[in-house]
């Protein structure tokens, strides 16, 4: 039934190891085992794609939404890497488990931490957890590869394509990220910004993929010593710097840090992360407008207030929709209805690149008969 049988049919990467053959004969998953942990334990799907995200006070039905959207559509397995609030994990794990069913990720949750001289001077930069980001490739030690996504995404195609640039990276390449700006003119960095920052208009961490391999090898140029110096020993002494001259946190050291290593970034363009920004005073993402958006970006809380019904309206079609392969393929629909509703707003008025996608996606996913059985 369902997403389960969807995902086990494209892919097979659970069947090497499963002991009971009856599952992938059938089709059917078996809810009472898939959610027993140790049987699930035995699954070594060939490659996993490891997805981190930072959750703090009100977010937790957004981050949920923004999970489902990444379950929804992919197909490789999914390794989420969820830090949060201690209040929040309870909840996290009650949703979580109650999805296990599916068998197509795995979580693991982690308190929120800092490095214990400075925890302090890190909590009180931005919000109070969004400095944890910059720490990831220092935590997750084991991990080679990581899609970072704020609460705020949804993903309206396989995390799996989003993946794939990784393998376009050159030798020097470490990150990708979007530009914080198309159009100079509204541009926040060239205008405000008194620190250094990437390229010609910046660049927004909302998504950004790191080669953390890279990231924990490299040393990076600075403007602080002739020394170059590794990712954990560069993080202190740029906040320390810059403290006072900025202003959105972590996303300004890090245009900082790549502004002193140019070479080392990705840059994707804006449909991979499309913000308001895009569309409220007049349509600047041209990739979007040719393709339609591939990763949502809600920031400025859209998805929460009537500033841009828009994006509002993507974010409740998926939150609202369940796992069921028949909820989903009718979203569509009803959303478009809704988005109808939305063109006296400039967003709006190009509503249909927030469904071109989407539909494509749905379409490939649930709508092809069965490549196997
Ligand atoms: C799930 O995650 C745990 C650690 O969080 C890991 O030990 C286990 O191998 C993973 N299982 C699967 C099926 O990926
Ligand atoms: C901070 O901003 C002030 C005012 O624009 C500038 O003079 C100063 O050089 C900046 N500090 C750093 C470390 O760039
Ligand atoms: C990340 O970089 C390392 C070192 O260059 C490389 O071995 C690894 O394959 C890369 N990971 C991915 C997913 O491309
Ligand atoms: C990798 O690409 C970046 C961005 O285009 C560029 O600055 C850098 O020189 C390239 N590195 C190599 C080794 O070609
Ligand atoms: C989502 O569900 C809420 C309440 O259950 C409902 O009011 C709303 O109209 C639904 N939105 C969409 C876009 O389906």
């Known amino acids: 039934f369902s997403l389960a049988s969807t995902s086990l049919r494209g892919t097979g990467f659970m069947s090497p ?36 995200v930072v959750a703090c006070g009100e977010r937790l039905e957004e981050t949920l939404t923004m999970l489902k959207s990444a379950i929804i559509f992919s197909i490789k ?21 109650s999805w296990s069913f599916l068998q197509t990720f795995n979580y693991t949750l982690y308190p929120i931490t800092f490095p214990s001289e400075n925890a302090a001077e890190w909590k009180k930069l931005f919000k109070p957890c969004a400095s944890q980001r910059l720490f990831l490739p220092l935590i997750l030690k084991e991990v080679d590869s990581l899609l970072y996504v704020d609460t705020d995404i949804l993903f309206l ?6 993946w794939s640039l990784l393998k376009k990276f050159n030798s020097t390449q470490i990150a990708a990220m979007a530009p914080e700006h198309e159009e100079p003119r509204i541009g926040w960095y060239n205008r405000f910004a008194r620190h250094p920052y990437y390229g010609k208009t910046g660049v927004n961490s909302g998504v950004m ?37 900025i202003t959105w946190g972590d996303q300004d050291l890090l245009n900082i840090m790549f502004f ?8 994707f363009p804006c449909q991979w992360n499309y ?30 207030d009537d500033k841009q019904p828009a994006f509002r309206a993507v974010y409740e079609a998926l939150r609202n929709c369940s796992f069921e392969d028949n909820n989903i393929r009718s979203l569509l629909k009803p959303l478009e209805l809704e988005l109808q509703k939305t063109v006296h707003t400039y967003c709006g008025k190009i509503y249909k690149i927030f469904i071109k996608q989407l539909m494509k996606s749905i379409r490939d996913r649930y709508d092809r008969p069965p490549k196997e059985r």
């Open 17 to 52: 190891v499963i002991n009971t053959g009856s599952m992938l004969g059938t089709g059917g998953l078996n809810r009472k085992r898939g959610r027993d942990r140790g049987y699930s334990l035995k699954i070594e799907p060939p490659e996993k794609m490891h997805l981190a």
């Open 77 to 97: 397995p999914l390794q989420f890497h969820i830090f949060a609030e201690d209040q929040l994990h309870d909840s996290f794990k009650d949703r979580l488990d």
């Open 157 to 162: 195609r396989p995390v799996d394509d989003i």
């Open 209 to 245: 993929l790191m080669n953390m391999t890279r990231m924990r090898r490299k040393y990076f140029k600075n403007d602080m010593t002739t020394v170059h110096l590794k990712w954990g020993d560069i993080l202190m002494p740029l906040l320390k710097k810059y403290k006072l001259n």
């Open 260 to 267: 002193h290593n140019p070479e080392s970034l990705f840059v």
């Open 275 to 304: 913000r308001p920004d895009h569309c409220i005073y007049g349509s600047n993402c041209q990739e979007a407008e040719d393709e339609g958006i591939f990763i949502l970006h809600g920031n400025r809380g859209v998805y929460h």
